[in-house]
């Protein structure tokens, strides 16, 4: 068993049971993962752009409060980035950059070219209550929450309407997965969580979500619903590998086209939940 997977147990066993999930009206979707290097990025920034894409509103988040990886995908050059959201005279207004017409984003990092202090528990609740404040500029909200589970749980509790929890198809994964599911109930029970996986083809993916599903129900006593599959995609990774940009790389390319599937489902999930229009109070729009 990894020791990453470990840890989320040690987490579990020393913070104990938490409150109920209590869901807010923002159409956010938190996306994350037990382990690194699952592509949760991948998947977070596909799910943004085929929001963005169906003419969605959409604040692409990047949680990782010590470098961030968005903002380069998207070629923008931020100067404030979340982790400098722990200091309150910094406005998490002035953090956010357009990377395409209906997208903004929310880079990782700190302030550019200074160094990123370790940040506590603490500073995290702070930045995400912090980071709340951005959601009713927008009709989505898209969080790459990574595999850092005090991230992960900070932004739970700062108001989302659900978790996408991706996986790969190796045993370590879907350990470190089901041990995730195993904190995140603990923590906030009653959270809606969709299983995505990534790197797979349909029968695969429908075989893994089978796995964790009956994992799931039978020690957690909840259930999970089926997110989808984002595809393999080299042709992608080569053109971001080689200096292409998100925006204009990933459209048409078969993940691409799987977020769009998933993104679909999850506006209309979210649209019947929360129907209500979001007028823009920051931003200049282009249309």
Known sequence: MSTQTDGLRRFVAERGIG???TPSDARVVLVGAGKGGIGTS???????????????????????DQAGTQHHWFGVEPRIGIGALRTTGVDPRE??????????LLPGGGIADGAVPMLTTSDRRVIWRRVAGLYADHDFVIIDGGSRLDTLIAASTAGIRRLAV???????????????LKAIDARIPGL??????????????RALYDHVQMASQRWLRRGLNYGGTIPEDIQLRDRLSAGGTFAATAPNTPAATAALTLGGRLIAELDDVARRSIAPTAYAWRR
């Open 42 to 64: 991948m998947v977070a920034a596909l799910l943004a752009l085929s929001f963005a894409e169906q003419g969605r509103r959409t604040l692409l988040i990047d949680g990782d």
């Open 19 to 21: 409150e109920s999930w």
């Open 95 to 104: 953090a956010v950059v357009q990377a395409s017409e209906m997208l903004h």
């Open 192 to 205: 809606p969580v969709d299983f995505v996986a990534n790197g797979q083809d349909e029968m695969r993916a």
């Open 166 to 180: 991706v996986s790969a198809a190796d045993p370590v994964a879907l350990a470190a997965t089901y041990a995730l």
